[in-house]
């Protein structure tokens, strides 16, 4: 499952819960408004019937014919939200705005407020309940008025939350530069490097888990040092009393008369010599994980591959083809011991488990792509896998380490290139490719 960034939730997380909280607010805030907006109509209604109604008795009383209904005319034609009907105690209409519906008041006169499901009502009553004033609202007017507000409260937040996004990111990156500088600092690692991760100002949070990775790689790096200094002393010990006792094995297999002693001088020799290699193996490998496997300065990779090709066609019949390119240097970063190293443990390993009657094929492109191939029969994918596992030998009938292609595999890591194993090899039926694909140096003059 693929792991999501602490900057990406907490960005998101903050933002979102500040954007939660400002929409509570924001409604808390409409609902009060609300409140308000529906006092202030109330009051208006209060205080507009208070301000007719005198006007309304006096209208009346002045009149000749006082029971007759008469509309109020307006100085100029406009849309009234407020409209009134005056009605004495039968509820006869005597006097009304011009705009006024009697259909949306209340038929039962009473005082007070009261709602419809169109329109909010006041009435108030004079000289002695016998004249009743009733105002009428729309409460659509209302409902605009409180949409109104509820815009102008949510409109800010619209414009403020890519802003406060933006700002949340910002802040939360910043403040986990020196965590992102920690993580550069992993990644950019090689797999030999176990020194001290040193990142300044990691927050209170990380810093003991620097540490204690910090300690880890220390004891790693000391367990790996005591494995390798073993192995490489142990090696290199056994090479003076190997010698000493092979040259006495063979001198008595010289001496020896025909017959089992000769025989058995004969197989202890190759026991000596195959433990002898052996010992070479183990300081090969020694050399390859304790690093300096990378040069101070780009290595021309041709002449130190034509010279080992040339050293192994001496002491093995030419067998060896090798096909060199165009190009007349191809620079890699690769320490010389190291890759002569690997070109002769791929070389032996193709002359040892390959068919003897086809030769080994060297090749090196510009692109400082390394090819070794030897023909024989196909290695099945899943032996293919686990043939450069240390002690992990192709066909166990020939005899060997099993440790070649681990060396290889080991110098190939460490420079940072790559290894495939291919079988059959690339253009034909049967036969096993190894490749190694270096980083090439573009900077070819030196």
Avoid at 138 to 150: D, F, N, Q, S, W
Avoid at 318 to 332: K, M, T
Wanted: with cysteine; charged share 25%; proline share 4%.
């Amino acid at each position: 499952m693929k792991s999501s960034s602490l900057q990406k939730r907490l960005g998101l997380g903050l933002t979102l819960g500040m954007t939660l909280l400002w929409l509570g607010a924001t409604v808390g805030a409409w609902l009060v408004v609300q409140h308000e907006l529906n006092e202030a109509f109330d009051s208006a209604l209060e205080e507009t019937a208070q301000r007719i109604l005198p006007l309304a008795v006096l209208e009346i009383s002045n009149r000749e014919e006082s029971r007759e209904a008469q509309h109020i005319a307006t100085l100029k034609v406009h849309k009234e939200y407020l409209t009134y009907l005056v009605r004495d105690a039968k509820g006869e209409i005597l006097m009304q705005s011009h705009d006024a519906n009697p259909k949306i008041f209340n038929k039962q006169l009473r005082e007070g407020f009261s709602t419809t499901e169109k329109y909010r009502l006041y009435a108030a009553s004079a000289l002695r309940g016998t004249l009743f004033i009733e105002i009428a609202e729309p409460l659509g007017h209302r409902r605009e008025a409180a949409r109104e507000a509820l815009f102008a409260l949510l409109l800010p937040l619209l414009a403020l939350i890519p802003i406060s996004l933006l700002g949340t990111w910002l802040f939360v990156r910043i403040s986990l530069r020196s965590v992102l500088a920690y993580r550069r600092a992993v990644e950019a690692r090689g797999a030999g490097d176990l020194s001290p991760i040193k990142v300044a100002r990691l927050p209170a949070e990380i810093d003991p888990l620097a540490d204690a990775v910090n300690h880890l790689l220390e004891r790693l790096r000391k367990a790996l040092e005591a494995e390798r200094s073993f192995t490489a002393n142990s090696a290199h010990e056994l090479r003076t009393p190997l010698a000493a006792t092979l040259a006495q094995i063979q001198r008595l297999h010289h001496e020896a008369p025909e017959g089992s002693l000769r025989l058995r001088a004969a197989k202890i020799e190759n026991s000596l010599r195959d433990l002898a290699r052996l010992s070479e193996k183990l300081m090969q490998l020694a050399k390859a994980e304790g690093g300096g496997l990378l040069a101070e300065a780009p290595q021309d990779l041709i002449p130190l591959l034509a010279h080992v090709v040339d050293e192994w066609n001496h002491s093995n019949g030419h067998r060896i083809g090798l096909q060199l390119p165009d190009e007349a240097s191809v620079y890699s970063a690769i320490d010389p011991d190291a890759f002569g190293i690997l070109v002769r443990n791929l070389i032996e390993n193709a002359l040892k488990y390959g068919a003897v009657n086809q030769p080994v094929e060297v090749s090196i492109t510009g692109q400082a792509l390394l090819r070794v191939v030897n023909g024989g029969p196909v290695v099945p994918e899943s032996v293919l896998q686990q043939l450069t596992e240390r002690f992990v030998r192709g066909r166990s009938e020939v005899s060997g380490s099993g440790l070649g292609l681990a060396i290889a595999k080991t110098i190939v890591q460490g420079v940072g290139a790559t290894m495939t194993l291919v079988s059959p090899a690339t253009g034909r039926e049967e036969g096993f490719e190894v490749r190694v694909q270096f980083c090439a140096d573009t900077k070819n003059e030196r």
